[in-house]
């Protein structure tokens, strides 16, 4: 007889789904084969995409796995379920409802509408579903594209929102020798056709809590989910909540979407903006990170919520900053950029 241990998954939602994991498998492949809704995209360790909390039990990394968890996070009881093996019955807490894992990413079209080199190293890409091809997505979730010829996939938020589709807009990172780059600088042309597939993530736009005020801390890139994510909330009936958005680069000459963000701000009273460069600050920068920007009167709701999207070390530095400002940890969201190889 096989032994196993029992697994339960608690749901944002109040959703909870019990199921059997065996000796040494990891918590992942047992909730699939179980048909749990958890979200999960790598399968490796390396997405963060299935990050959850144990709650009770013992589980640890299974041996010969690697992580992107620190570990002091893993201290703090944070696991990812696809490197996860249970050592005795275990409880694990995500922070997202049943209905997000419910959903299957779909495998689409798009069409090249636009490629616009908007920053010293952003790229806006624009494209279009093609006739017969459909997906839906929230506000803060990423897809993957393949890159034309090479067979790799590189992953991207769009920084539209799903009212826009058929049509999408991505903000993409430009990397010296990238696949993904060096196709969009020299490659890629308008009606050029890329295979899409998604929504992938648990890192979207709650929308529970669409009445509280909202703390948003980009660092480059990381801007195109919470554009999405503000698109969303002014998109979205009744009165705004008080809104905060801290985004920042390296440099002035590398900041982007500036004038888009100052629209927001026209048709969003309730949006402040701290615009950051960690030097070089010229009049109306502040000189530093998103993070270092953010104050104490920026938390004064216990409600607040928070969403960071960023390098993993910002992501800490706001957490931990936005923790000690007195914002609740399960109130606070984040999704951590992951280096393509």
Same mark, same amino acid.
């Given at each position: 007889m096989i032994q196993t241990h029992q697994i339960t998954v608690n749901f944002a939602d109040g959703v909870s789904h019990t199921f059997a994991a065996e000796l040494g498998e990891s918590i992942l492949d047992a909730a699939i084969r179980a048909e749990v809704p958890v979200v999960y995209q #790598? *399968?490796?360790g390396a997405c963060a995409t299935c990050a959850c909390q144990l709650d009770e039990g013992d589980a640890a990394n299974i041996p010969g796995s690697s992580s992107t968890l620190l570990a002091s996070e893993v201290a703090q009881g944070h696991r990812l @379920?696809? =490197?996860t093996k249970a050592n005795s019955? #275990?409880?694990?807490? =995500?922070?997202?409802?049943?209905e997000v894992g419910a959903g299957v990413a779909q495998e689409v079209s798009v069409f090249i509408d636009a490629i616009e080199r908007i920053g010293s190293n952003v790229m806006r890409l624009s494209v279009e579903l093609a006739e017969g091809n459909w997906l839906e997505f929230r506000p803060g979730q990423f897809m993957?594209?393949? =890159?034309p010829g090479l067979g790799v996939l590189r992953s991207y938020s769009p920084s539209s929102t799903p009212m826009t589709l058929p049509k999408m807009e991505f903000l993409? *990172? @430009?990397l010296p020798n990238g696949a993904m780059s060096t196709f969009l600088e020299h490659q890629a042309k308008v009606d050029d056709v890329l295979t899409l597939k998604g929504p992938y993530g648990a890192f979207f736009l709650r929308e529970e809590h669409k009445r509280s005020p909202h703390i948003f801390v980009a660092g480059g890139t990381g801007l195109a989910p919470i554009m999405s994510m503000i698109d969303r909330l002014r998109q979205a009936g009744?009165?705004?909540p008080p809104m905060l958005l801290s985004?920042? #680069?390296?440099v002035p000459e590398a900041l982007f979407c500036l004038e888009d963000i100052e629209l927001r701000q026209h048709w969003l009273p309730t949006l402040k903006t701290r615009i950051c460069v960690d030097r070089n600050a010229t009049e109306g920068l502040h000189q530093g990170s998103p993070v270092s920007a953010l104050r104490q009167e920026d938390v004064t709701d216990p409600d607040t919520v928070a969403y960071l999207c960023g390098p993993q070390p910002m992501i800490a530095a706001a957490t931990a900053r936005l923790i000690e400002f007195g914002m609740k940890p399960e109130l606070i969201f984040a999704?951590?950029?992951?280096a393509s190889n």
């Open positions: #790598c *399968r490796a @379920l696809c =490197v019955d #275990c409880t694990f807490n =995500v922070a997202y409802g049943s993957q594209i393949a =890159v993409i *990172r @430009l009744g009165k705004k985004f920042g #680069c390296a999704e951590q950029f992951v």
